[in-house]
C-alpha cells in the first residue's frame, strides 16, 4: 500500500527542539519533491518547508533559520530538525511526496499527520 509515515510528534516546551521523520513506502517511486506542511487549529495548512530529489530546499517564513530539512532518497525518507520551538509552531504536521505508484501513476500523497503540541 502506498503511504507516508510520519514519526517524532510530541509535546515539547517553547525554545526546544524537535525531529520528525517521514518514510514513503516502498510502493512509491520516483519521488521528485516531499516536504512538510502543517495546519494549526483553526487556521489554514502551510507550508513548513519541502526539498527536491536534487536536494533545492525552500522554508516557510515562519521557520525560516529555525528549520533545517534532509532526505535520503534511496531509502525513501525524510526528516524535519525544528529548533527553538514557539507555541505557534503547534499544529498537525503532514508529510507529503510527489511520486509515482504502478497503481495509480504520479500523484501527490499525504501521510495522516502528527501532533506537535509546543508548551509555553
Known amino acids: 500500500q502506498a503511504q507516508l509515515t510520519e514519526s517524532g510528534g510530541g509535546l515539547v516546551q517553547a525554545g526546544g527542539s524537535l525531529r520528525l521523520s517521514c518514510i514513503a513506502s516502498a510502493s512509491i517511486f520516483s519521488i521528485n519533491s516531499m516536504g512538510w506542511h502543517r495546519q494549526a487549529p483553526g487556521k489554514q495548512r502551510e507550508l513548513v518547508a519541502v526539498i527536491t530529489s536534487g536536494g533545492h530546499v525552500i522554508y516557510g517564513d515562519s521557520v525560516k533559520g529555525r528549520a533545517t530539512i534532509s532526505r535520503d532518497n534511496a531509502k525513501n525518507t525524510m526528516v524535519l530538525q525544528m529548533n527553538s520551538l514557539k507555541p505557534e509552531d503547534t499544529g498537525t504536521y503532514y508529510c507529503?511526496?510527489?511520486?509515482?505508484?504502478?497503481?495509480?501513476?504520479?500523484?501527490?500523497?499525504w501521510g495522516q499527520g502528527t501532533l506537535v503540541t509546543v508548551s509555553s
Open positions: 507529503t511526496a510527489d511520486g509515482n505508484t504502478v497503481e495509480e501513476g504520479y500523484r501527490e500523497f
